[in-house]
């Protein structure tokens, strides 16, 4: 297959990609379209690696008409009617939601997905997404964070529960200390994960700070740990929105030990503007973390949607340029290069922190050969235009197209 005439990445010259038995073989100008070959013509517009949500929960999208309201729009009231709602769901009514969408995300141009999956009750919908994940591999990578949704430290069961889904087959292994029922036991919960990751050489995900409290400072534990057990870029840090309220010198601080350690954080914008600031009068604090501190001070970030149609957020489509733009409002990161390069953080910054294999992903020779092409010709102009992607390609597979 031949792709003519598009922009590499923001690239200011046009170029052919060819495609051979699902790898990129050449990359030049004016290559000449073998005898039958395969061709699209890009006319000039944007080719980008495939998006990446680093952070959502396959098992709670789609629920909303099921599981009911947020009526008071907090993660608590989020957590309690979940709660309610996840001791009886089956098997077969989490594959189908979460088969919906990944639909949704498959028209976005998302090919690589990180879904925490509560096994706090029961391994249900563990056990349903496990299976997915392989059914689906040739349209979609998944990882599976086995997600403890009340705290690590509160119960036997949930320890159990959470250390049978990581031997089952995790990526990684999830937590929340800042809902842990203490301080100590939030520290203690930390330990405990990474020591399972440790046991298992898996990654570890923390829903992390996800509070407008500015004493919840979990996220320096956790790095602190990732430095000293050299586990670093295989750590993750999700939400993080307490560094919102944390003062300016503890940031400067915090940034040191977070670039040291080598961890990734994932921001939620789309979320965390809807949960957070919630307890507040005026002025309402806006519960993101510092998206843009954290990338001049070389810390890796990526971005998810979190939720879609569920309690905890009421609308979401799977476009990651839209997770995008709302960060990039919030964050004040609306300067044109700013704009125009914030591709990365769901593209490739996304794949690292998904520990993805350079090898793996990314628009070179030598490469898979799967990556968006859209009608525009800067990334840009993709976010002014909200159009969406034109081609979805996938080892060489049109796995999508407008
Ligand atoms: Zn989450």
């Known amino acids: 297959m031949l792709i003519k005439n598009v922009r590499i990445e923001n690239s200011e010259h046009e170029s ?20 039958g070959e395969e061709r699209i013509e890009g006319q000039g517009g944007l080719v980008l690696p495939p998006f990446a949500d680093c952070h959502v929960h396959l098992d709670t999208c789609l629920s909303l008409d099921a599981a009911g309201p947020n009526l008071s729009g907090t993660l608590f009231e989020g957590i309690r009617v979940w709660s309610e709602y996840r001791k009886q769901i089956d098997k077969e009514e989490v594959k189908e939601r979460a088969l919906r969408t990944l639909r949704m995300y498959r028209k976005k141009g998302v090919q690589y997905i990180r879904s925490h999956v509560d096994v706090s009750d029961n391994l249900t919908a563990f056990e349903a997404l496990l299976e997915l994940k392989e059914k689906v591999k040739d349209e979609v990578e998944i990882q599976l964070v086995a997600f403890p949704q009340d705290g690590v430290m509160t119960s036997e069961k949930v320890r159990r529960n959470l250390e049978e889904a990581v031997s089952m087959g995790a990526d990684a292994v999830g937590g929340v200390p800042h809902l842990e029922l203490t301080r100590e036991y939030g520290e203690k919960s930390i330990q405990y994960i990474m020591e399972l990751a440790q046991k298992y050489d898996c990654l570890v995900d923390l829903h ?10 979990f996220l320096e534990v956790l790095a602190a740990k990732a430095y000293e057990t050299g586990m670093g870029e295989k750590v993750s840090a999700s939400h993080t929105t307490a560094m919102h309220s944390y003062n300016n010198a503890y940031c400067s601080k915090l940034f040191r030990l977070l670039s040291m350690s080598g961890i990734n954080i994932i921001a ?15 002025p309402k604090r806006r519960g993101m973390t510092r998206v843009k501190e954290l990338l001049e001070n070389g810390v890796n970030v990526s971005m998810g949607h979190d939720d879609i149609y569920d309690p905890f957020y009421p609308l979401g489509n799977g476009d990651m340029t839209e997770v995008l733009l709302m960060g990039l409002h919030l964050c004040h990161m609306m300067g044109y290069p700013e704009l125009n390069d914030s591709y990365r953080i769901i593209t490739c ?10 090898k793996d992903y990314g628009i070179a020779v030598g490469k898979p050969a799967s990556f968006n092409i859209f009608k525009e010709g800067s990334f ?23």
């Open 208 to 217: 992390c700070d996800e509070i407008d409290d500015e004493q919840s400072k």
């Open 16 to 35: 052919d990609i060819r495609i051979e038995k699902g790898i990129i073989c050449e990359i030049g100008e004016h290559l000449e379209p073998f005898q």
């Open 380 to 402: 840009f102009e993709v976010l002014r235009s909200r159009e969406g992607v034109q081609y979805s390609l996938r080892k060489g597979r049109i796995i999508d197209r407008k």
């Open 349 to 358: 910054n996304g794949a690292k922190t998904l520990n993805i294999k350079e």
């Open 268 to 282: 939620n914008p789309l979320v965390n503007v809807n949960l957070q600031g919630r307890f507040d009068t005026y």
